[in-house]
């Protein structure tokens, strides 16, 4: 795990930017969502990892147990 953060470490460092194709697709979404053009003023990676954990919660949330009445 740790050869794999490190990879992408140096990967991130070599080509920091968000590649222009993602960052348009991106504007796109945000225009149709908001029914106009926004201008973007800053765009980056996330480093964390509140997709994975968020995605946890709500297969979790499924496992409710449900007592019958």
Do not use: C
Not at 2 to 20: D, F, I, K, T, Y
Not at 55 to 68: E, F, K, S, Y
């Amino acid at each position: 795990m740790a050869q794999l953060e490190a990879e992408l470490a140096q990967r991130r460092a070599q080509n920091p930017g968000v590649p222009e194709d993602v960052a348009i697709a991106i504007s796109a979404a945000v225009a149709a969502f908001l029914g106009h053009r926004a201008k973007i003023k800053q765009m980056h990676y996330r480093t964390g990892q509140a997709w994975a954990q968020q995605g946890r919660v709500v297969v979790q949330a499924h496992h409710n147990i449900q007592r019958p009445r």
